[in-house]
Every structure is written in structure tokens, then in C-alpha cells.
């Protein structure tokens, strides 16, 4: 089992403060939707997306404050999809991280609406940083990956196929739009806060293309399902250790990897142990 690097708690601890400074504290007459999202958010993700922009941005010579912003927005997207996708019309979910999901807590009115004030907020604090310039590919680069031509549309196909019947092409579809998007899109605005170079920037999302095509074999094995379709657990594992080698070339021209390099490996193996904290 591959855990983080003790190194990484300070990032870590400095994330669970910047996301809980910025979800709203829970007022008088709105108490209940602000408990909701900080329910949706602060309650022990792995964090991986916001990690990935910070160690990027890191990577890259930018520091750790210009990314906290871009990072945080990711993560309150992913909160918000995770909320969406426990709901009863979607995948009807009791649990999530090891507690009740948003709906059976807060109800499904107040989930649906903690979801969108999520994705409504991470945009919003995308716009409160200085550099327009960021602000504005930071927009494009984060609404098209989450949006129809991403992970919403790896949800949509999700839902209209059935999953007894799928090939592989598809499935591997919906894992780069559902899952894949926002993985590359997290390291991708890590290039962009440390104001990368065109190149930089091409090896990153290829690199996060990658790790987010890894990181959902590894979750398919995890849960039994999708890849498991097609081939046994071993050689899932095979095939994702192939893709974090491909990733891991994307990484060869940066010095100072070593970070990035030792979260793919945490990403590549996960167990059961590690896999839903
Ligand atoms: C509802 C718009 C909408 C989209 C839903 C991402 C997604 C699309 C659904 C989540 C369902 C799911 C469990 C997908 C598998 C991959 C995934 C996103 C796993 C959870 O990510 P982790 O392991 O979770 O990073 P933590 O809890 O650590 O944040």
C-alpha cells in the first residue's frame, strides 16, 4: 500500500484551511444549504485534485498562494459532482467517505442546491485572483472540463448505456470525460498559476491525461466494475502501471519531479486501505 509522504501534510493542513475559509460560514437564515456544502466538502477527501495543482504549480517555480485559489475551486467542483451523483435520480447513494451522502442528511432539495452553490463558488473565487489573464484561461480551461464536453457529458453517457453491454472504446470514453477531465485539469491550472510556457503546459495535460486515464482503472478495480468488464484485476493493474509509465515520460524534461512523481505512484497504488479515505 503507497501512502503519501509525510512531506505533503503541510500542503494537506493548508488545503483544509483555505477550503474551509472560503465555504461560507453558516448564517442565521441561511444556515442550513452552508451546512450542507461544508458537510459536502469538509469531510475527509483524499484531496487529490488540489494536490496535484499545488505540487504542479510547485513543480514549476510558481508557490503554493497562487495556486491555493485554483486548487480549492477544483475541489469544490469535485465536491459538488460527488453530491449530484449520490442523489436518487443519479446513483442513489447512502454512504460517501463513511458517512451518510448529502441528500440523506440535508434532504434531496438542500443536496441539489449544495451542489450548485459548490460549483457557483468555485467559480466565483476563480474570479477574485489579480491576474486577469489567469482568471481567464483558468474559466476556459476549468468550465470546459467540467461542462457537456466533459465530465457532465461522461455523466449523460454514463446513464444511456447499457452497462452490461458496453465495449471497451466506450467505456474508456466515459472515464475520460466523467473522471479524466478534471484529474488533467487540476494539473493543468497547477502549469497555468505558475505561469508555465506553452510546452510546459502541453506536457502537463498529457500528462494529467494520463494520470486520470490511471486513475480510473485503479478505481475500477477498486470497485469491482468497468475495466473488470474486459480483463482480470492483475492485468488492469498491469495496463494502469503501463499508463503511469507513459505519464511518468511526460515528466522527464522538469527538475524538481519528485513530488509529482511520488503522488502518481500513490495514485497508481491505491488499496482498499487508502482507496476512500
Ligand atoms: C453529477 C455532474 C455530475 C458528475 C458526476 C465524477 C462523477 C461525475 C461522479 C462520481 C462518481 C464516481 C465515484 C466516479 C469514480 C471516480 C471518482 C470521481 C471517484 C472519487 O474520487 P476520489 O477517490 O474521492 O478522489 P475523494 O472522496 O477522495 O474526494
Redesign the pocket.
Known sequence: MANLDPHFQGQLSRLEQALDQFLPKPSQHLAQIHEAMRYAVLN??????PLLTLVVCEMLGGNEDEAMIPACAI?LI??????????PC??NDEF??GQLTCHKKFGEAIALLA?DGLLTLAFHLISTLKDSSKVHRLLKEISEA?GTFG??G??VM?ISIDKTDVDLPTLDAIHIH??GQ?IKTSCLAGAISAGANAEEEARISKFGEYLGFA??II?DIL?GDGYLRFMSAHEARAKAREVIAQAKKELKSFENNSDLIQMTDFILN?SEDN???
Open positions: 475527509g477527501g483524499k484531496r487529490i485534485r475541489e469535485h465536491s459538488y459532482s460527488l453530491v449530484h451523483d449520490d442523489l443519479l446513483d460517501r467517505r451542489g467540467v465530465m457532465v461522461g455523466q454514463d466523467k473522471t478534471l486513475f480510473q478505481d470497485d491505491r482507496a476512500r479515505r
